[in-house]
Every structure is written in C-alpha cells, then in structure tokens.
C-alpha cells in the first residue's frame, strides 16, 4: 500500500539553526499537508499545499517556516532559525484531493538544543 | 470551549469487548469526520471517515455522526490488545486543516 515517506526519522539541530524536513507524498495524491505534534499535545495543523502553492496557514506558521516542492516528489518544510519551542515531532500528510481524507507519514522527531 | 473534544481517557475494556469512544464538536460548519489511531509515539493511522449522518462500518469499527447533537463516535467490536493505542477525533470544515481533539486512551486487557 502507498505511503508517505519521511526524513530523516530524528534531526537534532542548534537554536537559531536552519533545518529543512523532507516529505514524499503519496504519488496520486494532490494535497499536501504539513502538522506537528508537541510532546504529550494534540496534533496542529501547519500549512496546506496545493498546485505549487500555500492554500492555507495557521498562525503558528510564521515567516521562520516554508514550504516548498522543489521536484516532483519531494515536499520540504524549511524552518529557518529554529527556537527551542519548535522541538515537537513533524508530520507531512497527503490527500488525493480536498475533501479526501489525509494520510500521515511516520514523521520527524525535531530536537532544538 | 474546545473545538474537538475527547474524554482523555484512558477508557479500559476487557478483550472481545465493545470499546465506545466519543467525541463532540463545537462548529456547526464540520462537515468531515475522521477517526485516527496512533500508537505511543507513532504517527496518526487512518482508521475511519464519515461524512453524512448515520453509521458506518468497516469490519470490526462502526462510526456514528449525529450532526444535529454535534456528536461522532467510534465502535470497535472484539476489542484485541493490539487496540490498545489513543483514538483522535478529527474535524474538518470547508477549509483544509483537520482540527484534532487530545484523543483518548484505550487500554484492552486480556
């Protein structure tokens, strides 16, 4: 069965340091999602990805994160000067379309030291 | 008020059981309803969607939507240790984001 790949599985990474989170999407899939999860929290909602551009952001995805596809396979979440509070484990999610449900990779487990 | 709510439980039921599980909402707008499992420290698993009012069931689990009591529910049927994991409600609107609740906690015992 198709899955959402992620990598790497654990990044442990310097305050103020740049980190890029890699993501492949299911193949068919249109949709593209990023949420993260702080330890003993809910899982939230980043951003949404669609024909190459943001769809939708939530407040927590400020001007330190991007996103981007830079091929046709990869979807990366860029944050760039990462703070102790962005420790939390990452997940990239796909969609075949808008309203179909949203399947989830293993995700990435950010340390900020 | 939450948006999604979930009882944190945990919620423990013997083995063969029935495990229910509930979960409110607050937006009248929800229209997608979506039922994951993640185990400790593992990535949210797909277990069940819905999206009209009513039951629907998918071998051993059956949701329930009651839109007009703002209320989804999960069924599991001869509950299995392996059921042991915390169910996530989720929410969507006529946007994309799904909108979880804290989930709860199901222990099955032998």
């Known amino acids: 069965e198709p899955e959402v790949t992620q990598t790497p599985s654990h990044q442990v990474t310097q305050m103020g340091q740049e980190v890029i989170l890699r993501c492949v999407p299911i193949s068919n899939h249109l949709y593209f999602y990023w949420y993260r999860q702080i330890l003993g929290q809910k899982v939230e909602f980043l951003v949404s990805f669609y024909n190459n551009e943001i769809s939708e952001k939530s407040e927590i995805f400020d001007d330190q994160f991007s996103v981007e596809r830079p091929d046709g396979s990869n979807f990366t979440l860029k944050i760039r000067s990462t703070k102790l509070e962005d420790s939390a484990m990452y997940f990239c999610?796909?969609?075949?379309?808008?309203?179909?449900?949203?399947?989830f990779g293993d995700g990435t487990r950010l340390s900020i030291l | 008020q939450k948006e999604v709510e979930q009882n944190s439980g945990p919620l423990s039921v013997p083995e063969g059981a029935i495990a229910s599980l509930n979960c409110t909402y607050s937006?009248?707008?929800?229209?997608?309803f979506f039922w994951y499992r993640q185990y400790s420290g593992k990535s949210p698993e797909l277990i069940m969607f819905i999206y009209s009012n009513g039951d629907k069931e998918d071998g051993r689990f059956t949701a329930q939507l009651n839109k007009a009591s703002q209320y989804v529910s999960l069924l599991i049927r001869d509950s299995q240790p392996s059921d042991s994991a915390t169910y996530l409600c989720?929410?969507?609107?006529?946007?994309?984001?799904?909108?979880f609740g804290t989930g709860t906690r199901l222990q099955v015992f032998p």
């Open positions: 989720a929410v969507k609107k006529d946007t994309d984001k799904l909108i």
């Open positions: 937006d009248r707008g929800s229209q997608s």
């Open positions: 999610a796909s969609s075949r379309g808008a309203n179909q449900p949203q399947h």
